[in-house]
């Protein structure tokens, strides 16, 4: 029976099983996101989607609302009860799949799905490189936690001054944020062991979902530019 300790002191079952559900869970949530926004694309009128980026203090009304939420469900995701990580995973993916919306849709009847599906095929294959690189390396990543705090918080200031002044951050800021969503998800995989217990799976795979989605935000973004 599996024991509820630290990945990094358990045995290599008890690794190999967290590292298993987690991802399966990462497999599921992405699943569920395809199936809630399929649904919000094709339901929510285009009136209602325009309001979401057509006023500049709306976007950062509903950023706001993004980042309180994403707050949330991590502190969710690091319960002990099984229940809450549940519920931060389940809170995440909708709250993600509403904040795609507006691009999603302009993606779909402006640049044609195949760059959805392109920027997908990208996302997986460079998630797939990193985690290789992050679970082969013997290399200590927490390097990375500061340039990643530093990074976000430089981000989030371009983001709001963008919105409130009306500037485009253009492709050089997209190519920034994927480097930094690439760099996120290395540092969080090499310290899943060090993070969570065993049974902790289902927060861990919402750390990841989380990086996951702003990568492949930003890669639909260059991508879209690039058909613009």
């Known amino acids: ?10 045995n290599d079952v008890e690794k190999t099983g967290f590292y298993k559900k987690t991802y399966l869970h990462v497999a599921l949530a992405i699943l569920a996101f395809i199936g809630v926004e399929t649904v919000l694309v094709n339901t929510v009128p285009a009136e209602i989607i325009g309001l979401m980026f057509a006023q500049k203090y709306t976007w950062l009304l509903v950023l706001g609302v993004f980042w309180l939420g994403s707050f949330l469900a991590t502190k969710w995701s690091l319960s002990q009860s099984k229940s809450t990580q549940y519920l931060g995973l389940g809170f995440c993916v909708l709250l993600y799949a509403a904040i795609f919306l507006p691009m ?12 959805i599906y392109q920027a997908a095929m990208l996302t997986i294959a ?4 990193i985690s290789v690189v992050a679970f082969t390396s013997k290399k200590d990543f927490s390097f990375l936690r500061n340039i990643i705090v530093i990074g976000g918080f430089i981000s ?6 963008g919105a409130i002044f009306g500037f485009n951050l253009g492709l050089w800021f997209s190519v920034g944020m ?9 540092y969080q995989t090499s ?9 902790q799976y289902v927060g861990a795979s ?4 989380a990086s996951i989605m702003l990568l492949f935000w930003y890669i639909l973004r260059i991508l879209m530019s690039r058909r613009g």
């Open 178 to 186: 994927v480097i930094l969503a690439s760099a996120t998800i290395l």
């Open 104 to 115: 999603i849709y302009i993606a779909v009847f402006q640049a044609g799905a195949v760059v």
């Open 206 to 209: 919402l750390q990841l979902f």
């Open 191 to 199: 310290k899943l062991k060090d993070a969570y217990t065993t049974e």
């Open 156 to 161: 989030l200031g371009l983001i709001a001054g």
């Open 126 to 129: 460079m998630f797939a490189g």
């Open 1 to 10: 029976m599996m024991t509820n300790v630290l990945v990094a002191h358990a």
